[in-house]
């Protein structure tokens, strides 16, 4: 698979699939990128791992990711994570958009 049919998959076919206006990066739109360091993507981003979820006591979530791999997220233009370390107000501050409902 290449990069490009890799990033629609994880994109555009997922709010498609969800009727989701969102998925595509152009002027005017919002702007929610990852920017991935290629050279550290790698099979670990398959393994499963248990992360403590903040504000529910003890749970736990499943999650399956490769943190080294990414460099920064941006939502909404914003920058909510930049090397492992999530944004102080990431969660809380309203500039980083909004709730997308599915689409009808």
């Known amino acids: 698979m290449s990069v490009h049919q890799a990033v ?3 994109t555009s076919d997922i709010a498609d699939f969800h009727r ?5 990066p152009a002027v005017g739109r919002r702007a929610d990128l ?3 360091d290629p050279e ?3 099979d670990t981003v398959e393994e499963i791992h248990e992360e403590p979820m903040a504000g529910f ?3 736990n979530r499943l999650v399956r ?4 791999s990414v460099r920064a997220v941006m939502v909404n233009g914003n920058v909510a994570w930049r090397g492992g370390t999530p ?3 990431l969660g809380t501050a309203r500039r980083y958009g909004r709730f ?3 689409g009808g």
Do not use: H, T, Y
């Open 8 to 10: 629609n998959k994880l």
């Open 40 to 42: 550290r993507l790698n």
């Open 100 to 102: 997308l409902p599915l």
């Open 87 to 89: 944004a102080d107000d």
């Open 20 to 24: 989701i206006d969102a998925g595509r």
């Open 65 to 68: 990711r490769n943190d080294d």
């Open 57 to 59: 006591g003890d749970q």
């Open 34 to 36: 990852v920017v991935l």
